[in-house]
Nanobody, 121 residues
């Protein structure tokens, strides 16, 4: 079983910054990718940023130049540094990890419980 523990959400004024963290634990043989999705009220969940095991990254066009994803592989942790936040960034942010499980050696998607980010004045 794989668990993801997220932290770092909260309220911030427009133009401010927040950093989200997500630590994976459990029956992990390897982590193939980690990333962040978000879901705003009344909208579909969308990919914000992702980082693969070969070091490549991908960002949604709406956050390029403002958000940075990084990983600490020794800690099985992914971070999302969010700068120049806008009201439209308000959403619940979910961490995802694509993990090879030690019990079955199957690859599975593990999701965090979500952390709320509110950007308003």
């Amino acid at each position: 079983q794989v668990q993801l523990a997220e932290s770092g959400g909260g309220w911030v004024q427009p133009g401010g910054s927040l950093r989200l963290s997500c630590a994976a634990s459990g029956t992990i043989f390897s982590i193939n990718a980690m990333g962040w999705y978000r879901q705003a009220p009344g909208k579909q969940r969308e990919l914000v940023a992702a980082s693969t095991s070969d070091g490549s990254t991908k960002y949604a066009d709406s956050v390029k130049g403002r958000f940075t994803i990084s990983r600490d592989n020794a800690k099985n942790t992914v971070y999302l540094q969010m700068n120049s936040l806008k009201a439209e960034d308000t959403a619940v942010y979910y961490c995802i990890a694509v993990v090879t499980d030690t019990r079955t050696f199957n690859t599975l998607d593990a999701w965090g419980q979500g952390t709320l980010v509110t950007v308003s004045s």
